[in-house]
């Protein structure tokens, strides 16, 4: 009941349905009912005394315990579905029938059933963001209409500015070169007539939005960033 309980809590601020959590609870809540809470106690009669790490230690066995198990059964396979975000009003529609439900009980009590099931499905009809941008502004996400979230390829470019912290970055443009050589270049051809069948439009119109969400940056452009860091590099030694 109180996983049912606070499910659409849990939604609308992560997300996210653990869908074993009643499983988590059963082998949870007894232990720290049976174990971690009266050492709890102890611990609290104990502290006058200053003996109260006599009880804390025990407790601290049990609280590694119940830890554990939500270490476990979150790595269940199917632990977690994800969900869309949940509106504010879907939030409220399943609070306000859970409310209704509970607190009357008169035959009409059974009304908040409706809010409920209002609430839950009001979430299958939001229509997730086109465009998602990340707290530091360093990643991008942008929908294809198949579903597919495209990645902003800038983090490939910090990934190779962090490599260049490393090792030499000349070495690591060499490398980056050999590597495409090695690689089997087929040749791409579209037509005006294909390009509704194309996800993203392979023409010039659509090059800039193509760039900016490729899996990997154009490789000149990485190899010419790095040929950067390396002369710049050069000129602060000799400097």
Same mark, same amino acid.
């Given at each position: 009941?109180?996983?049912?309980?606070?499910?659409?809590?849990?939604?609308?601020?992560?997300?996210?349905?653990?869908?074993?959590?009643?499983?988590?609870?059963?082998?949870?809540?007894?232990?720290?009912?049976?174990? &971690?809470?009266? #050492?709890?106690? *102890?611990?609290? =009669?104990?502290?006058?005394?200053? /003996?109260? %790490? @006599?009880? +804390?230690?025990?407790?601290?066995?049990?609280?590694?315990?119940?830890?554990?198990?939500?270490?476990? &059964?979150?790595? #269940?396979?199917? *632990?977690?579905? =994800?969900?869309?975000?949940?509106? /504010?009003? %879907? @939030?409220? +529609?399943?609070?306000?029938?859970?409310?209704?439900?509970?607190?009357?009980?008169?035959?009409?009590? &059974?009304?908040?059933?409706?809010?409920?099931?209002?609430?839950?499905?009001?979430?299958? /009809?939001?229509?997730?963001?086109?465009?998602?941008?990340?707290?530091?502004?360093?990643?991008?996400?942008?929908?294809?209409?198949?579903?597919?979230?495209?990645?902003?390829?800038?983090?490939?470019?910090?990934?190779?500015?962090?490599?260049?912290?490393?090792?030499?970055?000349?070495?690591?443009?060499?490398?980056?070169?050999?590597?495409?050589?090695?690689?089997?270049?087929?040749?791409?051809?579209?037509?005006?007539?294909?390009?509704?069948?194309?996800?993203?439009?392979?023409?010039?119109?659509?090059?800039?939005?193509?760039?900016?969400?490729?899996?990997?940056?154009?490789?000149?452009?990485?190899?010419?960033?790095?040929?950067?860091?390396?002369?710049?590099?050069?000129?602060?030694?000799?400097?």
């Amino acid at each position: 009941m109180a996983t049912a309980a606070t499910a659409p809590y849990a939604i609308y601020h992560f997300n996210r349905m653990s869908d074993y959590g009643l499983v988590a609870n059963l082998l949870a809540v007894p232990l720290t009912s049976f174990w &971690v809470m009266p #050492w709890a106690v *102890a611990a609290f =009669l104990l502290m006058p005394l200053g /003996l109260e %790490s @006599l009880a +804390l230690t025990p407790m601290g066995w049990g609280i590694d315990g119940v830890n554990a198990i939500a270490r476990i &059964v979150a790595a #269940w396979p199917g *632990a977690v579905t =994800l969900v869309p975000a949940m509106p /504010l009003a %879907s @939030l409220g +529609l399943i609070s306000v029938g859970g409310l209704w439900l509970c607190l009357w009980r008169r035959p009409w009590r &059974v009304a908040g059933l409706a809010g409920i099931a209002a609430g839950f499905v009001s979430i299958s /009809l939001v229509t997730p963001p086109d465009l998602l941008i990340g707290d530091d502004g360093k990643l991008m996400a942008l929908r294809a209409t198949d579903g597919r979230l495209l990645l902003s390829s800038k983090r490939e470019l910090r990934a190779d500015a962090v490599a260049a912290g490393v090792v030499d970055p000349h070495d690591l443009a060499d490398a980056l070169i050999r590597l495409d050589r090695a690689a089997e270049l087929v040749e791409f051809h579209a037509s005006p007539a294909t390009e509704p069948l194309y996800t993203v439009s392979p023409f010039d119109e659509a090059e800039r939005v193509t760039r900016m969400f490729a899996t990997h940056p154009p490789l000149a452009e990485r190899v010419s960033r790095l040929r950067n860091l390396g002369e710049g590099r050069s000129s602060e030694r000799n400097g």
